[in-house]
């Protein structure tokens, strides 16, 4: 019973600071859009500056969008790759050996 309440809170704290959190980065998004929009509209004119600040709004949505669409099935196939055990190599001095299979685990190609 005390392992539900525990987690009920730690559950509800996690929501605060990520609703809090999240309020935080909206402000400062409107201001940093409002000092990009002051120090661009002297530079490019009220049009390019709208053009520039929407094109920037939706190219983050769109990558975000598209990260957050992106399928579990694809997270798998990059995990598979990383399973396999690297073989170290059994020829040359330790530390060459040692390099090798840090660079076969690294890249299993």
């Known amino acids: 019973m005390f392992g539900i309440r525990k987690k009920a809170a730690n559950a509800a704290k996690r ?3 990520l609703t809090g ?35 920037t709004y939706l190219g983050t949505g ?6 957050g669409v992106r399928s579990d099935s694809d997270n798998e196939v990059v995990k598979g790759l990383h399973d396999q055990p690297a073989q170290a190599p059994t020829s040359g001095p330790p ?7 840090g660079l076969e685990a690294r890249c299993p190609v």
């Open 21 to 55: 959190g999240l309020l935080l980065c909206c402000v400062g998004a409107a201001f940093l859009t409002l000092a990009g929009w002051l120090a661009l509209v002297p530079l490019v004119g009220m049009q390019m500056t709208a053009t520039i600040v929407a094109a």
């Open 62 to 67: 769109l990558i975000m969008i598209g990260v």
């Open 95 to 101: 530390i060459i050996q040692a390099f090798m299979y």
């Open 15 to 17: 929501a605060g600071f």
